[in-house]
């Protein structure tokens, strides 16, 4: 599975992103997806996650309430809609692809390249 995210950008805080990850091959249905984020000087810390069928998701505590993450599977595509946008989130965001988990123990198995979101305040 290759996984490309895109989406990144520079927005002003209060404002929203959304970001996307397209996969390729067959098997994207069958598999838990997440977005993970790594900040400067900080250790990638699992963001959001979604079942492969889409009937669970995960949050991380921070973007409670603020980040929705969703998937496609007829579009081989998990997205993640991030409002209310603090300078705190400014990141590099990943999208990886996990067979066994979406919670807060995903670890991903197939990782995308990373997408750059910077939140000015």
């Known amino acids: 599975v290759q996984l490309q995210a895109s989406g990144g950008g520079l927005v002003q805080a209060g404002e929203s992103l959304r970001l996307s990850c397209a996969a390729s091959g067959r098997t994207f249905s069958t598999l838990h997806m997440g977005w993970f984020r790594q900040a400067p000087g900080k250790e990638r810390e699992i963001v959001a996650g979604?079942?492969?069928?889409?009937?669970?998701?995960f949050y991380a505590d921070s973007v409670k309430g603020r980040f929705t993450i969703a998937r496609d599977n007829a579009k081989n595509t998990v997205y993640l809609q991030m409002n209310t946008l603090k300078p705190e989130d400014t990141a590099v965001y990943y999208c990886?692809?996990?067979?066994?988990?979406?919670?807060?123990?995903?670890?991903?198995?197939?990782w995308g390249q990373g997408t750059q979101v910077t939140v000015s305040s």
């Open positions: 979604i079942a492969y069928s889409g009937g669970g998701t």
């Open positions: 990886a692809a996990d067979p066994w988990t979406y919670g807060s123990g995903m670890q991903g198995r197939y």
